[in-house]
């Protein structure tokens, strides 16, 4: 038989909330909100690293289709800088994941989501420190 969470989720949910904010603790359940809460994090997680990964995938169209740069791409940039920024400052532990490591682990995706967009080879490594993906500067060329 299936459960409520299965069957409908939301309404799973606003079932939770509710005897939480009653204190009807016994009669919560708990092995799907704890999977629930853990989820959580883990979506807060991908949110910032798709911005990043959108980024990266940005710059790389930026710096190797020079003739081809547009508004669109620095609005791009800049947008998810901003969400990165407005993650961070809603979660501050989500730093964490602005590291090399994690730079490398989402730079095939976007290595790849760029070369679908331009047929263009990149580097198979990320050319880029996570300092210059949040921070570096692109502008259109006065002409």
């Keep these: 038989m299936k459960t409520l969470y299965e069957q409908d989720y939301g309404r799973w949910a606003e079932e939770m909330a509710d005897l939480l904010a009653?204190?009807?603790?016994?009669?919560?359940?708990?092995?799907?909100?704890?999977?629930?809460?853990?989820?959580?994090?883990k979506r807060e997680r991908d949110r910032l690293l798709s911005s990043l990964r959108l980024i990266v995938q940005h710059l790389l169209k930026w710096d190797y289709q020079n003739h081809r740069r547009s508004r669109s791409c620095q609005v791009t940039i800049q947008r998810e800088r901003n969400n990165i920024n407005f993650y961070l400052k809603d979660s501050p532990s989500l730093k964490r994941y602005l590291t090399r490591e994690w730079l490398e682990q989402i730079y095939d995706n976007a290595r790849l989501d760029?070369?679908?967009?331009?047929?263009?080879?990149?580097?198979?490594?990320?050319?880029?420190?996570?300092?210059e993906v949040l921070n570096r500067v692109v502008c259109l060329e006065k002409e």
């Design 22 to 41: 009653q204190g009807r603790f016994t009669e919560l359940d708990i092995e799907n909100l704890v999977e629930e809460v853990r989820d959580l994090s």
């Design 114 to 131: 760029a070369f679908k967009e331009t047929g263009l080879k990149f580097p198979h490594t990320c050319p880029y420190q996570i300092e």
